[in-house]
């Protein structure tokens, strides 16, 4: 591509991405392609030839456009969001153009410092206690293993980096609990069955009485519990894990404990709802996705810590290549990680924060949640609609319930009702299950989503309700 193509099409496809803002609502929301229907239609072999960037444009909407997910749609309710805004792709062509790599200081010390600088930003804009220190992680999953790793070396005097794992070490998590725990369990070696997990309460949150519980049962049997993960906003539910109590018992028996409150946690940047962060003077890392909810494309996850120090004895790799004499007075964030190389993530974080400010952020989480409760009254006010779990931040779970359908039945035709739902290509909301129960999941938190679509997905889901159950009537 020579340098008049690179800026013709830098401009048009800048324009591209702001008219497709404007009007992505027009798209369906869910891609109707049938596994391997794109790559059909794609050649089995690369270009022996450089081709023009024409072509490889008009390829893109051609081929490519009708296989993508539109998760920037304002009708999109379904898992969780991963929101993006113009600052945040702004930010993200600027890091892509510098093409720097991050992994220490001396690789580019504005990115270091910029990165210590926002993320402590964010530690102020939820509440945080002060000295927890922040890093960018490219997911929660990833900081969730990060955790893993540090609360196994602190369980064993740092002896399991150089001999492995000499003993069975106790992780403790709900049953509502993230993959990414029993994920991270099994890479860093505790092994899948020192996983426990601990019955919830009617509200899906985990019981503090089971855990002490079971810790005691294990401390009897000489295991050695090692690490509680508590959740603030579970996937099926948004469940609330009681972070006082829960924090109080790993401070009696010396546990580590992680918070990951991936989705949730920046609900807490309303002061109205810091009450979900109470208890976080007891934790020892904490995880949030600023790339799901907080306007900032993925990936962007934010991890903060109450000692570096444990963090990078964990990690820290010191081989003579990347020695510098700065080593002591900066942060290499290599040793704060998995990875060694680093994506300038803490720009496009940067340029969200000043472009929304904090109370532009603020207003539209706000705004989110309360679209959310308006519309869990409207479940709580239908005769054959019902809550499922309680709305603690953005999520409302219901389902379909006349009263008198037998369990098995309820759960077939509320997967139908979901399915038709999500035919409409308007909305597009996903599903769980609760004890058991078919759920259906609606989650409000796309930058766009105002009443108009909370309306509308109202309106589909009693049209098809009507549809769905009239017609099980008459078979
Ligand atoms: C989404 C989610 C995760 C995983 O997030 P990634 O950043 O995709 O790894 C972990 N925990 C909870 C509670 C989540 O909702």
Known sequence: MDKATFRKYGHELVDWIADYFDKVEQYPVKSSVKPGEIKSRLPTSPPDKGEDMEIIWKDFQKLILPGITHWQHPGWFAYFPANNSPASVLGELLAAGLGAQCMVWATSPAAEELEEVVLDWLRQMLGLPKGLKGVIQDTASTATLVALLTAREAATNFTSNDKGLQENLKIYSSRETHSSIEKGVKIAGYGRENLRYIATDEDYALRPDKLEEAIQEDLERGEKPACVVATIGTTSSTAIDPLPEIGEICDRYDLWLHVDAAFAGTAALLEEKRDLLAGAEYLDSFVFNPHKWMLTNFDCSAYFVRDPELLIRTLAINPEYLKTARDDEVNNYRDWGIQLGRRFRALKLWFVIRDYGVEGLKDIIRRHIKLAEEFAGWIREDKE???????????????????????????????????????????????TKLDGKYTIRLVVGQRTTGKKQVERAWQIIKQVVAEVTDQDQNY
């Open 385 to 431: 609609l019902e809550l499922l779990a309680p709305v603690s931040t953005s999520l409302v779970c219901f389902r379909w319930n006349n009263g008198s359908t037998p369990p098995e039945e309820l759960n077939k035709i509320n997967k139908k009702i979901l399915d038709s739902i999500n035919q409409s290509g308007e909305v597009f909301l996903t599903h």
